[in-house]
């Protein structure tokens, strides 16, 4: 029989979801638009809020209704679903996310207790074989994730979270100074929105509802329309939080950035701060945000890759994928937070397009239904131009082919992708029009 879920039980999913999202770059970008923005913070985290947000919880609305991210690609191309499916999960997983989760925090919480002799590589291997045997113990269970995250880590980690925000409120420090980068006073709204690319969790939107219809199934609910529903409300949930802490983060950063002006980035934001507002148990406090945030997201990005990758490629079960999942990621760990946030730029300057594009569509479909030429003309405009883009940003174009693409509406904002993908979707409703009125005729 199919059960119906109590308001307790959906609002631990959408605990379950937050923590999923709640990350590494959760913590560190935010803070980092606000030290950089400063009195302009609002107005970029307007555009983080839709890139990081917004982006996100319409991403598990399409997903949950097309039912399934490799179904929703389908409508593009067979071939289209399977490599956009699996370099959103490796990008998301092994590739970039998961290491990440072990590289900031240990960042976070190893150096500012070692010593200044302390052997820092060896330090960063112990703590990442830890690490990640921990969260590969919790992620083989992945219909108890709600159990455990949602109904425990969360509630622990918000908590961390608002006593910091209070400190802030309790003891304010100068207020926020003046725009650090002239980036953010030239378009602080496009910068904060491009900012949001490095959340990942967009990307993370389109693979995280297999495992929290997973934990849905796993408590009764038979009806596919109910586990549509529950996943859709899990989503919002989820976004509501986020917008709520990354506005706490922001207004920390901006203090930061105020107070300690010339910060690398949002790790180094957060300590300043957190160090002037409690002292050495600032950098526990600190460190324990960190920690439980970086390994909520590596628990649930372990089993969503793990559970994608034994349905796809059943070669190795889910255990295997898992085992082998966090192996990789903890060798690519050892590389550092610099080298993996410098690689991930790229990577995520090509993928994140396309996957709003095909949010976008997947949000439209009911208008779309029968106009079969729209996905695929629409995809291939996007990911043309945002590999262009990218390549033009990596110094990798002729000068002609850069200048050219130049010259496209919004290129120098970082959305240049944007004029593309709607000439594809005109392109291809064109395209259907055609087809339409042959077969008629």
Not at 14 to 29: E, K, P, Q, R, V
Not at 170 to 196: H, I, K, T, W
Not at 245 to 259: D, E, F, N, Q, T
Request: glycine share 12%; hydrophobic share 55%; aromatic share 10%.
């Amino acid at each position: 029989m199919n059960k119906r879920l109590g308001k307790r039980e959906r609002l631990f999913l959408g605990f379950t979801l937050f923590s999923m999202f709640f990350g590494a770059g959760n913590l560190i970008f935010p803070p980092s638009v606000g030290a950089q923005a400063g009195n302009l913070t609002w107005l970029a985290m307007a555009g983080m809020a839709v890139s990081a947000v917004g982006l996100p919880v319409l991403g598990v609305v399409a997903v949950a209704r097309a039912g399934g991210l490799t179904a929703l690609g389908e409508r593009v191309h067979p071939l289209f679903a399977r490599v956009f499916t699996v370099a959103a999960y490796l990008a998301i997983g092994p590739c970039l996310a998961i290491p990440r989760t072990a590289s900031t925090s240990f960042e976070m919480a190893v150096p500012p207790f070692a010593g200044a002799d302390a052997p820092l590589g060896l330090l960063r291997l112990g703590y990442s074989l830890v690490f990640f045997v921990l969260a590969l113990t919790v992620a083989l269970r992945p219909e108890k994730l709600t159990d455990r995250l949602g109904k425990i880590m969360c509630p622990i980690l918000l908590l961390l979270i608002l006593v910091t925000f209070v400190g802030s409120l309790l003891n304010p420090l100068e207020g926020y100074g003046a725009p650090q980068s002239p980036l953010y006073v030239d378009g602080p709204v496009v910068r904060g929105f491009l900012e949001g690319y490095q959340t990942m969790d967009t990307i993370a939107a389109l693979v995280f509802g297999i495992i929290i219809t997973l934990n849905i199934r796993a408590r009764g609910v038979t009806a596919e329309e109910d586990v549509v529903g529950y996943t859709v409300g899990a989503g919002w949930l989820a976004g509501g939080l986020l917008l709520v802490v990354y506005a706490m983060l922001a207004h920390l950063g901006a203090l930061s950035g105020g107070a300690f002006p010339g910060a690398d980035n949002g790790a180094v934001v957060l300590t300043n701060l957190i160090s002037a507002l409690f002292g050495t148990p600032g950098s526990l406090l600190l460190a324990a945000i960190f920690i439980i945030a970086c390994f909520n997201v590596c628990v649930g990005l372990i089993s969503s890759c793990a559970e994608y990758f034994s349905e796809t490629f059943p070669v190795l079960s889910y255990r295997a994928w898992a085992v082998l999942f966090a192996a990789v990621s903890m060798l690519i760990a050892n590389a550092g937070l610099d080298r993996i946030l410098a690689f991930s730029v790229p990577v995520l300057n090509v993928i994140y397009p396309v996957a709003i594009a095909l949010i976008a569509l997947g949000l439209c479909h009911r208008w779309l239904e029968g106009r079969s030429r729209v996905y695929p003309a629409a995809i291939l405009f996007t990911g043309v131009a945002s590999l262009g883009f990218t390549l033009r940003d990596l110094e990798l174009l002729p000068e002609a082919a850069s200048a050219l693409l130049g010259a496209v509406p919004l290129a120098e904002q970082g959305l240049g992708w944007i004029l593309p993908a709607l000439a594809g979707t005109g392109l291809g409703l064109l395209l259907s029009l055609e087809s339409r009125r042959r077969s008629e005729t």
